[in-house]
C-alpha cells in the first residue's frame, strides 16, 4: 500500500509578517505535492494543551499509510505536530533549530518516532544525527519565493543609505552609533527589541520588501555572530542573504560558509570591526562601482535562491 504524504500548510494571510514557511508551502504545493489545511484544533489553547498532555502519555493512534510534513522551529516541535500526530506519521521540515533547544528536540523527535527530518541548517544535522542516529536527517538550505524580491532602482538612485536588517550585532552597531554614522546618511534599525525580527521597523510584508529593494547597503551577520550563546557554533545561511542578493544590495558583515559552499565565492563586504564608519561610508562615496557586483549576486540568487529548485531533493527523499 502506497503511503499518503500530505503537507499541513501554512498559509499567507494579509497580516504576515515573515513568509519563509509560507513560501515553502507555496513552493511544494506548486511541484505537485499534497496537502491539507491547518486544523482549527490548534486555535483553542485548552484543547492544545490537552493534545500536549495526550501525546506527552505517548497516546497514539496513528495510520501507517498516512504522513504529515510538518513546518515548525525547532522548539515547537511538538506544538506544530498536533493534531497530525495522533493520525499519521510526522515528517517535520524545520527552521530555528539552535543548540539551546536541542535537549527538547531530541525529546520531540524520539516522542514523535521520526524516521526523517528535514533541516535548514547543515551544522544542526551533522550534531543530531549523532545524537540520533537512527532517523535520517537530511540538510534543506535555506530558500525564497524569488517572486517576493524586487530588483529596485541603480544603487546611487535608492533613498535609504544603511539598512541594519533583523536583530543587531551588539559591538558593530555601538561602533556605528559612536561613530555618528546616522548623522551623515539615511541609516534605517530596529531601536527597540531586535529580537523581534526585521519587519518590526515597517508595518507590512509589502514595505518591508520594497524599503529593501531601495536600500543600498544591508547589513548581517548570522546568529552565530550576533546571539553566540543562543547559537552556539552553528553557522547557517538564512533568507536574509537572499533577500539582499536578489533586491541587488551591498551586504556588509559576514558570509555563512553555506552559502559560500553553494554558490561558489563570498558576495558580502566583510565588515571591518576597527573602522565600521569608514568602510560604510566609502562603501556609499563609491556606491556605483558596486552595481556590477549587485547585479551578478541577484543573478546568482536567481539560480540558487528559489525553495522549486530544493523540491527536486526533497520529493526523491520522500519517493514522491
Not at 112 to 135: G, H, M, Y
Not at 150 to 169: F, N, S
Not at 194 to 208: A, D, I, K, M, Q
Request: glycine letters at 4%; charged letters at 20%.
Amino acid at each position: 500500500m502506497n503511503k499518503e504524504i500530505l503537507l499541513v500548510n501554512v498559509p499567507r494571510t494579509p497580516s504576515s509578517k515573515q513568509v519563509y514557511m509560507e513560501s515553502f508551502c507555496e513552493a511544494w504545493m506548486a511541484h505537485g505535492g499534497n496537502h491539507i489545511e491547518p486544523s482549527k484544533w490548534q486555535k483553542y489553547r485548552l484543547l492544545r494543551h490537552l493534545m500536549k498532555f495526550l501525546a506527552l502519555l505517548r497516546f497514539s493512534c496513528r495510520k501507517k499509510n498516512r504522513s504529515y510534513v510538518v513546518c515548525s522551529r525547532g522548539a515547537h516541535l511538538l506544538k506544530s505536530s498536533l493534531p497530525y500526530a495522533f493520525s499519521g506519521e510526522i515528517i517535520p521540515m524545520l527552521w530555528d533549530c539552535w543548540p539551546a533547544t536541542w535537549n527538547k528536540l531530541e525529546r520531540d523527535l524520539r516522542l514523535l518516532k521520526c524516521r526523517i527530518c528535514f533541516v535548514t541548517a547543515s551544522d544542526v544535522v551533522k550534531a543530531l544525527s549523532q545524537r540520533l542516529p537512527e532517523v535520517q536527517f537530511v540538510h534543506i538550505p535555506e530558500g525564497v519565493d524569488t517572486a517576493d524580491y524586487q530588483a529596485g532602482k541603480p544603487l546611487t538612485e535608492r533613498t535609504i543609505d544603511v539598512y541594519e536588517m533583523g536583530q543587531k550585532h551588539k559591538y558593530f552597531h555601538k561602533k556605528l552609533m559612536d561613530g555618528q554614522l546616522e548623522e551623515h546618511c539615511h541609516f534605517v534599525y530596529n531601536p527597540n527589541n531586535p529580537e523581534n525580527g526585521p519587519l518590526r521597523v515597517f508595518n507590512s510584508w509589502e514595505t518591508f520588501t520594497s524599503k529593501v529593494a531601495d536600500s543600498k547597503i544591508i547589513i548581517s551577520f548570522p546568529l552565530s555572530m550576533r546571539n553566540p550563546r543562543m547559537d552556539g557554533d552553528v553557522d547557517t545561511l538564512t533568507i536574509r542573504y537572499w533577500e539582499a542578493m536578489l533586491s541587488r544590495c551591498v551586504i556588509v558583515g559576514h558570509c555563512p560558509q553555506e552559502l559560500i559552499d553553494m554558490i561558489g565565492y563570498n558576495p558580502v563586504v566583510e565588515a571591518d570591526f576597527v573602522n565600521p564608519c569608514s568602510q560604510i561610508e566609502d562603501i556609499l562615496n563609491h556606491i556605483d562601482d558596486y552595481q556590477s557586483q549587485v547585479n551578478h549576486n541577484r543573478e546568482v540568487a536567481l539560480q540558487h535562491a528559489p525553495w522549486s529548485v530544493r523540491m527536486n531533493t526533497i520529493f526523491q527523499q520522500l519517493s514522491l
